[in-house]
């Protein structure tokens, strides 16, 4: 290990190598590596990983270290990579609606660069400052808009990776239709850095919307929500943009002091609908938003609502939604990401709710999500935190999955946590077929090893 420390200190500078008290600065979660290794182009970023193939080194891609599930969890006989030097924007082509970046470049900073050129990256997620476009796409994040422009695989047009050979792959298309075989770019989106280490990629931009339309909107009956759901993707034209649904406990948890968010309807209902519609032209996207509420109303199906008028009512709402960290009042906690098809969802959540009442009482289940593509996110209180009791309700969580077909991760990935319910999601020729792509594009099995699935 040393030798190739100095070897890779030899290619990359000081700076470009943190090892001992330079390493343990950067507080990495999950274990820390024996160097990180951060090099500042894609050729660098081969020849570091030909060092270790030569070595049979083991490596951990980084992205923003925002991950949820250890996708990033490494320990002192790996060394870990990170792009966080690659981060610059290299194209924005107004004309052709794309942008150009590199791996290191945080979301954020793709978001505020699309708008001054007034376009729009509609990738959303709550750690959009310190998540990384490449982390992004390794974890084909999701997020709020998903409803409308999709996951991250759905903005990606084209992509350069480094293989586990240290080979380059260059694919940097600039089109959206280009069907000439293959699409190699899907292999490593979603792969969470076990197939190769993306560098650069083309993302797609849509128009700025010339409108934001913005409501919380109450019902006291699951069918009352797929029912608004269904309504105003149908009569708003495609504008739809997010809807965000929070069940009554975690929408009185974030309204209520100490949150710092205030109720802008009554604690009073069953489920709370933040409805977010983007669209072209700010009086006629208006009146279409306000007739289809007012449908809504007239007909029962909403009990209650209020809308924004400005972009400052805007933003207290989107803050009261992403306000996640008062879950920690609640502690200790598990978190999970799941996803069921809409017709299920309610019996799911009525199962396991009995269940985890059945086995813990007085446990706190926090319930809230981007319900318009069928994402939930569950965090659970149970009053003790060992392994044995994160087991216990990991257990209970996902039993009623596989027969609703639902997922075990609808959008923060698999990594360490979620490796052993993988077959509860992905039957045995999906995972076998995935293991010969691993097998296939990384023999020696050094890209982020051990994570998704273990290949013998």
């Given at each position: 290990m040393s030798n190739l420390i100095e070897a890779l200190q030899t290619l990359l500078g000081d700076k470009?190598?943190?090892?001992?008290?330079?390493?343990?600065?950067k507080l990495i979660p999950h274990g820390t590596p024996a160097a990180l290794v951060r090099p500042q182009t894609t050729a660098e970023v081969a020849?570091?990983?030909?060092?270790?193939?030569?070595?049979?080194?083991?490596?951990?891609?980084?992205?923003?270290?925002?991950?949820?599930?250890?996708?990033?969890?490494?320990?002192q006989s790996e060394v870990a990579i990170s792009l966080e030097r690659m981060n610059q924007i290299e194209e924005i082509d107004v004309e052709s609606r794309t942008m150009t970046v590199q791996a290191g470049v945080p979301l954020q900073v793709v978001q505020e660069e699309a708008d001054k050129a007034d376009l729009l990256f509609p990738l959303d997620i709550g750690a959009r400052g310190s998540a990384t476009i490449g982390g992004n796409v390794s974890t084909n994040a999701g997020g709020n808009r998903v409803i409308r422009y999709g996951m991250m695989r759905d903005q990606i047009l084209g992509m350069e990776v480094v293989l586990a050979d240290g080979n380059v792959v260059t694919s940097m298309n600039k089109i959206i239709k280009n069907n000439t075989g293959y699409d190699l770019k899907h292999l490593f989106v979603g792969a969470?850095?076990?197939?190769?280490?993306?560098?650069?990629?083309?993302?797609?931009?849509?128009?700025?919307?010339?409108?934001?339309?913005?409501?919380?909107?109450?019902?006291?009956?699951?069918s009352q929500v797929t029912r608004v759901l269904n309504?105003?993707?149908?009569?708003?034209?495609?504008?739809?943009?997010?809807?965000?649904?929070?069940?009554?406990?975690?929408?009185?948890?974030?309204?209520?002091?100490?949150?710092?968010?205030?109720?802008?309807?009554?604690?009073d209902y069953e489920y709370y609908i933040l409805v977010e519609a983007?669209?072209?032209?700010?009086?006629?996207?208006?009146?279409?938003?306000?007739?289809?509420?007012?449908?809504?109303m007239e007909e029962g199906t909403i009990v209650d609502?209020?809308?924004?008028?400005?972009?400052?009512?805007?933003?207290?709402m989107w803050a009261i939604r992403d306000d996640v960290g008062q879950v920690a009042q609640n502690w200790p906690i598990f978190t999970f990401d799941i996803?069921?098809?809409?017709?299920?969802?309610?019996?799911?959540?009525?199962a396991l709710r009995a269940e985890l009442d059945d086995r813990w009482q007085g446990n706190t289940c926090m319930v809230f999500g981007h319900l318009g593509d069928g994402n939930l996110h569950i965090i659970v209180g149970m009053g003790e935190s060992s392994a044995e009791a994160k087991k216990a309700v990991e257990e209970v969580v996902y039993r009623g999955l596989p027969e609703r077909g639902g997922s075990v991760s609808a959008e923060h990935g698999i990594g360490v946590q979620k490796k052993a319910y993988l077959g509860m999601s992905?039957?045995?020729?999906?995972?076998?077929?995935?293991?010969?792509?691993?097998?296939?594009?990384?023999?020696?099995?050094?890209?982020?090893?051990?994570?998704?699935?273990?290949?013998?």
């Open positions: 470009g190598v943190l090892t001992g008290e330079a390493l343990a600065e020849e570091v990983v030909k060092l270790c193939q030569e070595a049979g080194q083991c490596i951990i891609p980084y992205g923003g270290l925002t991950g949820l599930v250890e996708a990033t969890a490494s320990d969470e850095g076990t197939l190769g280490i993306v560098t650069r990629i083309v993302l797609r931009l849509r128009p700025k919307p010339k409108s934001q339309q913005m409501a919380f909107v109450a019902v006291n009956t699951f309504l105003l993707d149908g009569a708003l034209g495609g504008s739809l943009s997010a809807f965000e649904v929070l069940w009554k406990d975690y929408y009185k948890l974030v309204t209520s002091p100490p949150a710092e968010g205030r109720p802008p309807l009554a604690h983007l669209g072209g032209d700010s009086q006629s996207d208006e009146e279409r938003f306000l007739s289809v509420l007012t449908q809504a609502a209020v809308i924004a008028q400005n972009q400052g009512e805007r933003n207290a996803s069921v098809p809409l017709n299920n969802m309610e019996s799911y959540l009525i992905r039957n045995a020729d999906e995972i076998a077929l995935m293991q010969m792509m691993k097998t296939a594009l990384d023999p020696k099995g050094i890209l982020n090893p051990g994570k998704i699935f273990s290949v013998e």
